[in-house]
């Protein structure tokens, strides 16, 4: 199975601040790769595929970049609606996997 | 408007076993792969397993090969997760979700609301 690791774990920032999430994978996946949020008591929704494709609807502060073993998800000036948890997936073989995530937390 | 809605979790003695079903409504059904991912409380997502569209290939993570089984009954939109030898860390909501396919690459569009799965005597 293909490892997955989410840095960090947990960030601080405040409203207006520009974040970024790693994502390192144990072995190549060239672009098959999917980044998540997740709010508390709800099921997760799809903001990029394809490392950097935004999904319709997702609002364009949200950016992917990356390919191979190293992803980013960019939120460009955060909102209030946009702390909640972060997941990247990568879809290149089964079993599909997860990275652990990483909460995005008001300072 | 997509749909999926979970049903048939709850509380099973380690051991036991439990059908989950996923109801699904919006799109033609038959024609998408789908999944079933977990998420234990607390926890980080876990993809289980996932179906082809009509069927015809399964696939399943270590920890559930062999104690788990996917389907799919495509006359009635609904998708299947039949769980057996359930174990303590088999705790978790479960989750449905669509896969979608765009130049080749995937994701999961849409998810179910979820239904929780207690294992505990």
């Known amino acids: 199975a293909i490892w997955m690791t989410q840095s960090p774990s947990l960030l601080s920032a405040s409203t207006g601040d520009r974040v970024t999430i790693s994502c390192r994978l144990s072995?190549?996946?060239?672009?098959?790769l999917a980044w998540y949020q997740q709010k508390p008591g709800k099921a997760p929704e799809i903001l990029i595929y394809?490392?950097?494709t935004l999904q319709s609807g997702v609002p364009s502060r949200f950016s992917g970049s990356g390919s191979g073993t190293d992803f980013t998800l960019t939120i460009s000036s955060l909102q209030s609606e946009d702390f909640a948890t972060y997941y990247c997936?990568?879809?290149?073989?089964?079993?599909?996997?997860f990275g652990q995530g990483t909460k995005l937390e008001i300072k | 408007e997509v749909q999926l809605v979970e049903s048939g979790g709850g509380l099973v003695q380690p051991g036991g076993s439990l059908r989950l079903s996923c109801a699904a409504s919006?799109?033609?059904?038959?024609?998408?792969?789908m999944s079933w991912v977990r998420q234990a409380p607390g926890k980080g997502l876990e993809w289980v397993s996932a179906?082809?569209?009509?069927?015809?290939?399964?696939y399943y993570a270590d920890s559930v090969e062999g104690r788990f089984t996917i389907s799919r009954d495509d006359s009635k939109n609904t998708l299947f997760l039949q769980m057996n030898s359930l174990r303590a860390e088999d705790t978790a909501v479960y989750y449905c979700?669509?896969?979608?396919?765009?130049?080749?690459?995937?994701?999961?569009?849409?998810w179910g609301q979820g239904t929780l799965v207690t294992v505990s005597s």
């Open positions: 072995q190549g996946v060239g672009s098959y």
């Open positions: 919006g799109y033609t059904f038959s024609s998408y792969a």
């Open positions: 394809a490392a950097s």
């Open positions: 179906i082809s569209g009509r069927g015809s290939s399964t």
């Open positions: 997936q990568q879809y290149y073989n089964f079993p599909y996997t």
């Open positions: 979700a669509k896969r979608i396919e765009d130049r080749g690459y995937s994701h999961f569009d849409s």
